[in-house]
Structures are given as C-alpha cells and as structure tokens.
C-alpha cells in the first residue's frame, strides 16, 4: 500500500511569506500528525487531526495553523514567515487518534526561508 | 511533560561491530517505537516495542516498562545503519493517548 506523502519535498520562500505543505496519509488511517524538526530543537509536536479535528497542538505560535479534508488529507500553513520557520515539516499518519499503534511517517518537506 | 533521553548522543562504529543504544524515559508508557532517520530526512519506524523484546533482522529492542528504559541493540553493523536513531515515547494522558515525544537521538557512523 502507498505509504504517507508529503508534497512539496522541497521550498523557498522569503520572510514574511505564507506557505502550505500537504500530507496524504495511508489509505484507511484517519489521524495525521505534524512535526518540526531543527538542528537546535530536535523533533517538536507542531498538531494532530484526527476525523477532521483539531485534537491536539503544540507550542506554536498561531501563525502555524493546520486542517484536515474529510478524505483524511491534512495541510498545515505557515503565516508571516521567519528565518527561524526554516525547518524540516514531517507528517505522519496512524489509524486513530493518539500513538497508541504507532505512526509512519512521510519524507518530508524541506523549508528553507531567505 | 514526559522527558526522553538518549544516549550516546554520538557512536562511531567500525564496519562489523555491534552496539547498544539507550533510550530512559521519565513516566509510564503506552508506547515506545525506534525509528531511523536516514541521510534525506526520512524517518523509518524500526519497532513498535512499549514492552518486551523484538527482534528484526540484525536489529532487536527491549524495552523495560518498570524501569522506564529501552535498548536498541545493531549487531555486525554496515555502512547503510548511518544515521539518527530516535526514542519516541507516548502516554495516556486526560483525552486519551498523547502525541509521540522524541528523544534528541544518537547519531551512528559505521565506517567501512
């Protein structure tokens, strides 16, 4: 079966743009989470959805918001970019709500913000 | 909020060697996977593993839930096991499981 995707792999954009990264999830799994990760951060819980709502979210500022489409696809934005939004956005998906029967993960995009 | 270490943070292995890495955590788990992050970004689940111990390949993983840690154990390691590997830990909190909470990770070198 196909596994998470993630669209773009790779994006460049100024400061102050906005930005939206999209994840197709495994066929069948409903719960897509969303992930940030830097050099200096390590790998930080940005939200998770789950039949199209919102049921958890991290530490973010709001300028990161997310949604789920009733297929289960999941897009997240980034508003007002800065430099420090240059991360590496991974999604994963699970069959239900929580960790509970682990999460496979995407490729990933690459943001790079000039 | 649950902490995850993992050590070493850095291991350089000659081609052939075997190895250990430690995940500790500081509160119950419901569940505990390893992944690998290889050099593009990808992360690669390894093990689902809360408790006991499993075994794939050259790969196998403990994990200890009363003690709050897990071992992930390489044997005769090759050039391909390069990269992170991370600890990622859930709890049951009040609505349910919480998202995964990663470790900071161990990054393995194997040199030929």
């Known amino acids: 079966k196909a596994g998470v995707t993630q669209t773009p792999r790779y994006l460049i954009k100024t400061r102050g743009q906005q930005v939206t990264l999209s994840c197709s999830p495994i066929?069948?799994?409903?719960?897509v989470s969303w992930y940030q990760q830097t050099p200096g951060q390590g790998l930080q819980f940005l939200f998770e959805?789950?039949?199209?709502?919102?049921?958890n979210k991290g530490n973010f500022p709001g300028r990161f918001s997310g949604r789920q489409f009733s297929n289960s696809r999941s897009e997240m934005n980034v508003s007002t970019l800065e430099l420090g939004d240059s991360a590496l956005y991974l999604c994963?998906?699970?069959?239900?709500?929580?960790?509970?029967?682990?999460?496979?993960f995407g490729s990933g995009t690459r943001l790079t913000v000039v | 909020g649950i902490q995850v270490e993992q050590s070493p943070p850095d291991l350089i292995l000659q081609e052939g060697a075997n190895s250990t890495l430690r995940c500790n955590f500081s509160?119950?788990?419901?569940?505990l996977q390893w992944f690998h992050q290889n050099p593009w970004g990808q992360l690669i689940n390894l093990f689902y593993?809360?408790?006991g111990t499993k075994q794939n390949g050259r790969l196998s993983a403990t994990t200890v839930a009363t003690e709050r840690y897990s071992l992930l154990y390489i044997s005769s390691s090759q050039t391909t096991d390069s990269g992170v590997y991370f600890c990622?830990?859930?709890?049951?909190?009040?609505?349910?499981?919480?998202?995964?909470?990663f470790g900071k990770g161990t990054r393995l070198s194997v040199i030929a």
């Open positions: 994963a998906s699970s069959l239900t709500a929580g960790a509970f029967y682990g999460y496979t």
């Open positions: 066929s069948g799994h409903r719960s």
């Open positions: 959805y789950f039949s199209e709502t919102q049921r």
């Open positions: 509160d119950s788990v419901n569940n």
């Open positions: 593993i809360p408790s």
């Open positions: 990622a830990v859930s709890i049951y909190g009040n609505s349910g499981n919480t998202p995964l909470v």
